[in-house]
């Protein structure tokens, strides 16, 4: 490593001398960037995630009026503290105050200071029911329309004959630029009316295999707030059920820094504005309640990217040997795959609710179009194959005095095969929280759509135990913990044998006032998989050990300028290589004046690692529902600058440009994704109109 990285971390530590308020955009920053780095992916879109606290932004939630669902669908805290506010309002009646709030028992007032910006106290009571003729009355409409490019040219776009692309999949048929645009005309959180459509890079635009302009396009209807029928959906939506062991469409908290927030807190109908082009489902969804009792019926039927195969010894039988998640069709391959399968599904979710207690049973049938015959291999033996399979579960949740219980079992036909998942938050007091998490996920288990608590990135083949504690000690220290520990009966891919790990974190926070907050984290994941050392025939598992260090400073220097300080390093240890390591720096400044109609934010970051296993993800800020988290790897430097500017008062726009620099590297990537040049940059315009 160079010695300048530890000068420079010695100057990062001379800013714990400062003084961080967390301004209102920047919690909604830190909830995006928890899942990020448990997702560790550079394309990602959580717009559906973080809809609805942006819009409670401008609109806050009234406290007086809020039900459980409304304060879950905050994403910010666990039931047992709704359970409280629910509780202190039957007795004492509506909050006169928001600092009443200072007078709930398992309200820590950093919980205080993270709800605030959402939520208000007023007289004035929020309908319940609201009519469809009022809604469209007093509608907003919002338009985005992003333009997203990477200047430095790649292979897949090198200028050659129609014969050689048409013979190749190492080019793309579209041009380099990635085009989005969203139309939607909403209410409050009752109505939504809207169409999205994207483009992305290599993709063809009014032409080729896109002869209607964008490649993806979903549009969608939603509507709630009835007595009976109490939300609707038409085109579009996500369902999700339960803990999500058998549908939950859509992306959720796992293992993060915020270590009590293991539970789900499921919307059963929600309208899908996101450009993921495979999470989702298209048709019809109704949501009934009569007193205690709600029952969400669906539908859905769409079409998936897939490798279809011909087998001429059955009688030109079709089956599908893979399918495409990615959502791209800019190669010959790719094309072919686009729509090669008809995904049907339908279901029924009963659930019973009253302050305390829930209970849910549904069920989930899927069909397809085209038998999925995948090439057998030891690891994959007992995943599906086949046409049809059917998902039961049952889920429950239950709040007693300071405890909370939850959980859900799911069984599926295809394989007889179960999953389980039961956990428990226990609020030891407004300043302690601790919570257990068991699941058991069985070999053969295996639905499309779940997104459960897991160390694996699909809900099967897993059995863990989860602790986790957050404690805070005085009005300056919180400590942030948590221990997982699992195993793998069976093989996965790349690990050629049943495994197991484990993985800690620890995350103590100092917050001694409101414009300073520093936070140091250390990670630690013990994971096995096939070593790389191998004659051919055995291939032994071996300890992958990984160890994250970091420290990050924030500190408001004024009410316009927040200054962000961190710096990150990485190990990784296994027999069969050398040890590696990697060591990241960044520096942020966030100017956002109150008085002017513009806000800039500035990075630049030095990054030293030994290869692509030690990268470091982290968050970067960019315009409103894009999320950019890329790795940081080699050798080399990175900086951006992001200007938003509101003219008008109806329009926004956010200009961004960043690049990567590197200093050992001839040029990127490989295949048609390759860069002949030490250099990667991005830029974003995004325009957003409000009426």
């Known amino acids: 490593m160079n010695q300048g990285y530890y000068i420079v971390f010695l100057i990062v530590l001379c800013f714990a001398s400062f003084s961080h308020a967390q301004i209102k955009s920047e919690i909604i920053q830190q909830r995006i960037e928890f899942i990020s780095e448990q997702l560790e992916s550079e394309d990602i879109d959580l717009t559906d995630v973080f809809q609805l606290l942006n819009y409670r932004l401008e609109n806050p939630l009234n406290l007086n009026s809020a039900t459980a669902d409304n304060l879950k669908q905050l994403n910010l805290l666990n039931d047992v ?39 208000k106290v007023d007289d004035k009571f929020d309908q319940l029911h609201v009519s469809f003729k009022e809604a469209l009355k007093y509608g907003v409409f919002e338009g985005f329309f992003r333009y997203q490019l990477i200047p430095e040219e790649k292979r897949g776009y090198a200028d050659v004959s129609d014969s050689i692309k048409a013979t190749s999949n190492s080019y793309y048929y579209g041009d380099p630029s990635r085009l989005y645009s969203r139309l939607r005309f909403s209410y409050r959180t009752n109505l939504s009316i809207g169409i999205t459509a994207e483009k992305d890079p290599g993709e063809q635009f009014f032409r080729g295999a896109q002869k209607n302009g964008f490649d993806f396009y979903s549009a969608h209807a939603f509507y709630s707030g009835g007595k009976y029928v109490k939300a609707i959906a038409l085109g579009d939506y996500q369902i999700q059920i339960g803990q999500g062991l058998n549908l939950w469409s859509g992306f959720a908290f796992g293992k993060t820094a915020d270590v009590t927030n293991v539970k789900r807190s499921a919307n059963s109908i929600r309208p899908y504005t996101s450009v993921d082009e495979t999470r989702f489902l298209r048709g019809a969804a109704i949501d009934f309640g009569y007193k205690k009792f709600e029952f969400t019926a669906f539908a859905s039927v769409k079409k998936i990217d897939a490798s279809v195969v011909i087998d001429s010894l059955l009688d030109d039988i079709e089956f599908v040997s893979s399918i495409n998640l990615t959502g791209f069709h800019r190669t010959n391959s790719e094309i072919a795959r686009k729509d090669g399968l008809t995904e049907m599904m339908y279901g029924g979710n009963l659930r019973y609710n009253n302050r305390s207690l829930h209970i849910g049973a549904a069920g989930v049938s899927y069909s397809y179009d085209k038998p999925f015959s995948k090439a057998l291999q030891p690891y994959n033996q007992f995943d599906f194959r086949g046409k049809n399979t059917f998902a039961g579960s049952v889920d429950y949740s239950y709040v007693f005095k300071n405890f909370q219980f939850f959980g859900e079992v799911s069984y599926v036909t295809h394989s007889k095969s179960f999953a389980q998942l039961h956990g428990m938050l226990i609020a030891l007091d407004s300043r302690a929280n601790l919570s257990i998490v068991y699941r058991n996920y069985q070999r053969g288990y295996e639905t499309f759509y779940n997104n459960a608590f897991a160390e694996g990135s699909q809900t099967k083949n897993e059995k863990g135990i989860y602790a986790a504690l957050n404690v805070k000690l005085n009005s300056s220290w919180t400590l942030n913990g948590y221990a997982d520990f699992f195993e793998f009966p069976w093989m996965k891919y790349l690990v050629d044998a049943p495994s197991e790990g484990h993985e800690f974190l620890f995350q103590p926070t100092y917050r001694p006032n409101k414009v300073l907050e520093v936070y140091g984290r250390f990670r630690q994941q013990l994971r096995q998989r096939n070593s790389r050392n191998s004659d051919g025939t055995i291939t032994e598992i071996e300890d992958v050990m990984q160890r994250n260090y970091r420290i990050n400073l924030s500190y408001k220097v004024s009410e316009a300028l927040t200054v962000k300080s961190r710096i990150e390093y990485i190990t990784i240890d296994r027999p069969s290589n050398k040890a590696e390591s990697g060591i990241m720096f960044t520096q942020d400044f966030l100017f956002k004046p109150k008085k002017l109609p513009f806000d800039l934010t500035l990075r630049y970051a030095l990054f030293d690692t030994d290869s692509y296993d030690t990268r470091i993800y982290t968050f970067e800020t960019n315009a409103l529902y894009v999320f950019s988290v890329p790795a940081y790897y080699f050798k080399g430097s990175r900086a951006y600058a992001m200007i938003r500017y509101t003219f008008l008062k109806r329009f926004d726009l956010w200009v961004r440009y960043g690049t990567f620099i590197y200093a050992n590297r001839d040029g990127l990537g490989s295949g048609p994704e390759e860069i002949s040049q030490p250099r990667k940059s991005d830029i974003t315009i995004q325009l957003r109109m409000k009426f």
């Open 81 to 119: 503290q709704i359970n409280d506010l629910l509780l202190h309002r039957k007795i004492n009646g509506n909050f006169i105050s928001i600092y009443e709030l200072q007078s709930l028992k398992y309200w820590s007032m950093e919980t205080i200071y993270l709800v605030l910006p959402f939520v």
